[in-house]
């Protein structure tokens, strides 16, 4: 017998197991497929942070930094064992592009929208570091340094973040199918057929709504589905990480690459230092993405700008590599709306919906708008529970 889902969803990221635990939240039955591992596309290659994007004020994208920054708060609630408030150290120098005033605006904008804690808890209020502790930063440049300012915000273990979604995804009666390849659907008047391969065989099953949440390759995923739905334009935008051997300790410092002016982090993960990320525009097949040569000497010549200690042949560990999905505009990637996409099939009784984009901090919310929108195809299902409250373990 062919079974049935309610939703049947493509991708084990975050978003796939976001929209795979509110789903099953909602009382709704749903199948999760993902060809390789959980995690194992972009949402194990960002950059760790739960955070509203102090840069995307600068682009005037408030509603988005306000969403991030409560869902950084909430998350910070329910994940403890998985996500760390840390102190984020913004270096000022006499040639950096933001002036110390311009960046006390904008932090006091990012405390406004990020709430109360922010403002009133003394412990991670934004502040002038004073210049007494300035040997305390983890050997920072202090050449030329005019000012230090700390704020706060989180970091995460991405792909653990993701791995423990799933696991109350499952918990709440979500099936996980993976290793299995989504490999076409044919839309009728009840939903769609969905045919996938697992273990060199191909299955189908039913489901009232399809749910695209394949990263990088939805596009690629719409055009296997017939009746074709319409596929937005977009331009995938790589992004590399370096791992560097060596510990930077006390936080993450937010500074801007000598080449071009752009925000790059270093960060303390897992003992090491990571630093990050490009921004760079790629064609190809998404799976065969590398980190670029011209990438990590970008990086490393930041690191080193920096943090003096590290010019003497730092020794890269590793460098991995994340794709971005951006809706092909105009300008520079870095000024272009990060705002998710719910693209659908048809507005009344959508039976496909695709996300396009999206933050690993805003996954909660947009698996829960993914359920809203798709209301009206669905059946009624009593709730079972409620994500906000949901308790996430490592
Ligand atoms: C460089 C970089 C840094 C970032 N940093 C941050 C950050 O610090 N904080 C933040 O909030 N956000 C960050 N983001 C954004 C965030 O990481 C992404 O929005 C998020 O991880 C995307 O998750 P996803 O589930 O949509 O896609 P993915 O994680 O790519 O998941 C898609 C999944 O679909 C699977 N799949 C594809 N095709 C098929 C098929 N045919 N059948 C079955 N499975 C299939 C893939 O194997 C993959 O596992 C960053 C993004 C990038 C690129």
Not at 76 to 85: E, M, V, W
Not at 269 to 283: A, D, P, R, S
Not at 345 to 350: A, G, T
């Amino acid at each position: 017998m062919t079974s049935r889902y309610d939703l049947v969803v493509i991708g084990g990221g975050i978003h796939g197991a976001g929209i795979a635990q509110a789903a099953a939240a909602g009382g709704f039955s749903v199948l999760v497929l993902e060809q390789h591992g959980l995690a194992s596309g972009t949402s194990s290659r960002s950059s760790k942070l739960i955070h509203g994007g102090l840069r995307y004020l600068e682009s005037g994208q408030m509603a988005l930094v306000r969403e991030c920054l409560h869902e950084r708060e909430l998350l910070l609630k329910i994940a403890p064992d998985l996500i760390q408030r840390q102190p984020f150290y913004i270096p000022i120098y006499s040639n950096t592009t933001r002036r110390p005033a311009q960046l006390r605006l904008g932090l006091s904008l990012y405390a406004l929208l990020g709430g109360a804690s922010s403002i009133v808890d003394k412990a991670v209020r934004f502040r002038r570091v004073p210049r007494s502790e300035w040997d305390e930063l983890d050997d920072l440049e202090t050449n030329d340094l005019e000012a230090v300012f700390e704020y706060w915000d989180g970091q995460t273990d991405d792909a653990a973040l993701t791995r423990a979604v799933m696991r109350s995804a499952q918990a709440l009666g979500a099936h996980l199918q993976m290793p299995a390849t989504f490999t076409g659907a044919q839309l009728n008047e009840e939903g769609c057929s969905v045919s996938y391969q697992h273990n060199g065989q191909i299955f189908t099953c039913e489901t009232t709504v399809l749910v695209n949440a394949s990263g990088p390759w939805v596009n690629h995923v719409l055009a296997h589905i017939t009746p074709a739905p319409l596929q937005l334009p977009i331009e995938l935008v790589q992004g590399t990480h370096l791992v560097v051997s060596g510990t930077i300790t006390h936080g993450i410092y937010y500074v801007e690459a000598p080449k071009d002016q752009r925000a790059v982090f270093v960060m303390p993960w897992q003992g090491n230092t990571l630093v990050g990320t490009t921004e760079t525009l790629y064609k190809g097949d998404p799976a065969a993405v590398q980190p670029l040569l011209h990438e990590q000497a970008y990086l490393l010549q930041t690191l080193t700008h920096y943090f003096p200690a590290y010019r003497q042949s730092p020794e890269i560990l590793s460098a991995f590599v994340g794709l971005r999905v951006l809706p092909v505009g105009e300008g520079k990637a870095f000024s272009r709306p990060r705002e998710t996409i719910l693209h659908v099939d048809r507005q009344d009784y959508p039976r496909v919906l695709t996300v396009y984009g999206g933050k690993l901090t805003a996954y909660r919310l947009t698996a829960e708008r993914v359920i809203q929108r798709l209301i009206t195809t669905l059946p009624d299902r009593a709730i079972r529970a409620d994500t906000r409250t949901l308790i996430l373990s490592s």
